[in-house]
């Protein structure tokens, strides 16, 4: 079944997948006999329908007794069960109270897994036998063994590899905790500097992806032959053996390790060996619900999506003549919650790109005597000479010189963007490589491609790669030309790849926009802006006030004219031209905006067509951009110095008046990335996880009653509350 339509694990199938240890003795008088006690027995075939004539009869033979035992109990207490408990407050007795029960469910859901499989296939047309399962069980010489024996008779090669996979990581993981502390306390580090917010959809694993190469480090071996493994900055051998003995010991602690397993086979020990079954149960259940979301879906045709489109925009009709209705809905877009209409045109969106005051500039601009007549103590005139003195740098060097490296040298890539200025010589290094690489062949990539971040724009200034950083400072001037320049750039342009599309950038710089006729009026450089004086920031309003003419403080003016109109439905459509824009400003804002609070937000911020919270000047050029449409950007100035601001959708009206921006084409339900993909699978994933979990809920109550739990076997552990 394809990736996207994957709906995630019950959280119980991943109990045991954690990478941090409580790190403390649970009890030191268990022995290793006392932690084979069954705490637990689970058989689903005790149950009528099981029975001769009942539904499941023909797999009763097949399905044996699930034993949990006390090393389970404890193995999920270290890793989850710890910190769950101090998150919420509990005592032992609920924490372990709260594990029986979680072990006994996870049990009756593989079981019932199995015997759904065997009855039913697999949502990928596989079918499974019973003569399959017993041949694959045939030989195991224990319970566990025998245990994941059966599980893996229904997994691919592939899934047997991921599952192995996941162990490993799972691994490398617990012990990357304990080599950071280690690596931290022999660093005398006293940088303060704040690292770079990346990316939304940065080092977000494929599920799909496996390494079979990939090992676990242990210090003893080689990181080379660890497959795709990536040490920590700063990791030696040395403090990678350090480490593994801190995660062995944890092991010991808690009575995970015996004095006769041999630690220097990491896949040979029980603990591992745990993970491996943990991972394969997610695997199983995985298929389970991929074979759930298959029937699910099946009752989901064209009319039924259609007909929730029309209701949704219908109902949003109505509700939308509240205006805080409307607005709270405006603040929460995103993928799976669709503004569909607006009360009026000139809602919308922007990105904020601002280039600040340094602190002393500021200090001056708050000092300095306000403005002859002035009544609000604005300093215009003062402003514009400081405007004059701003730079901006590219933010992103601690991608650089942070704790991860994300840097790579882009020299051999053809389209990179260097530039405008002098030193083009120097920029070569990118960032995310592998999320921003081409696709590869099927489950050959180990991170998904980074949406919405189009990973051309090199970092503006020099670096050695990974020590040092020296960016280049830039007026208001330089960046307008680099943003123009990476927008009509080859690296912008041919990553348009839908047929038909392309877009042209045009701009200038302004002085002042007609009241009447809402026209910029385009001079042909900024002499006439800073040189403006403190008459020319007032005007006159209808009633003969003199008032701020706020079309006075932009600066430079510019859109991005689409060949074809500005589409919405494709605007997350990877390679459309509103995409592969607004993923170049998104870079851009990444790279040189110090409002941090803008990155990562769904389209940017939200903009009202009534009085807002955002300072005048802001206020004035956003919903200025926002009623000219999705595309218009410009450069303004308030007291915190300039703002690049950029439409990345607005609600526009049609010509009969309607505001009806997204429509629904079931033809386009399969194109990832089109507003009827998102819609469709929105939609898809709310009635399969309603689907999956009245399956999941139904399966575990039908069979709850076929568990024997054995509350005396680890009263030890349920009682510490009150030992002594």
Known sequence: MSKKKRVAAVALAAALGCTVFAGCDL???????????????????????????????????????????????VAYFVSTGYSAMQQNGWTYYDTFAMISDALVNRAIYIQYAMVYLLANGDADGAQYTVEGLTAAIEGAETEEARDLAAMEY??????????????????NNTIDTQEEAIIAAETEDTSSETERTTPTGVDVTNEDYYDTAYKVYTGSNSASDCGSYETLDGSTPSTRTRAYNAFLANLRSNNLLSSGENVNDVESLSYYQIELSTACETILINKMNDKFAQEAAEGIDSELVQRVYDTTFNRQSDAFEDEDTFETALDEMADDSFVLTAPAEGYGYVVNILIPFTTSQSNDLTNYTQDYGDTKGNKFVYRTELLSRV???????????????????????????????????????????????????????????????????????????????????ISID??????????????????????????????????????????????????TYFSQSVSDYYTQDEDGNTVVDYSKFIYYAGSVDFTNGFYPNELFLKGSAENVVYSAINELSFAYNTDTAGLNTYLGYAVSIGNTDYVDEFEYAAQYVCRLGAGNYVVVATDYGWHIIYCTFSFLAEEDGTIQPFVYDDAEKDVEGTFSYLFYEALRADIVEQYQTRAQTDAINAYQSCATVYEDRYADLSGLDTAS
């Open 27 to 73: 009890i030191s008088t268990n022995t290793a006999k006392d932690y084979q006690q069954v705490i637990a027995e689970v058989n689903i075939t005790s149950s009528d329908d099981f029975a001769e004539g009942g539904q499941y009869a023909a797999y009763k033979d097949v399905i044996t007794t699930t034993e949990i035992t006390k090393l389970e109990m």
């Open 154 to 171: 229904f997994l691919t090669d592939a899934e047997k590899a991921q599952a192995e996979y996941s162990a490993r990581v799972i691994f």
């Open 391 to 473: 730079y901006g740098t590219d933010q992103r060097g601690t991608w650089i010189t942070g704790s991860s490296d994300y840097a790579f040298d882009a020299s051999s890539v053809a389209d990179r963007y260097t530039g405008t200025l002098d030193n083009a010589s120097d920029r070569k290094y990118l960032f995310f490589e592998e999320g921003i690489a081409a696709d590869p062949a099927e489950g050959e990539r180990q991170y998904e491609r980074i949406p919405n971040y189009l990973g051309k724009y090199t970092y503006n200034g020099s670096s050695d790669g990974s020590y040092s950083v020296s960016p280049a400072r």
């Open 478 to 527: 330089d960046f307008i030309n680099e943003m123009n320049g990476y927008l009509n750039s080859e690296a912008a342009t041919s990553a348009v790849t839908v047929e038909g599309d392309k877009y042209a950038v045009n701009g200038s710089y302004v002085n002042g926009i007609d009241a009447e006729t809402g026209l910029l009026s385009p001079v042909d450089d900024n002499t």
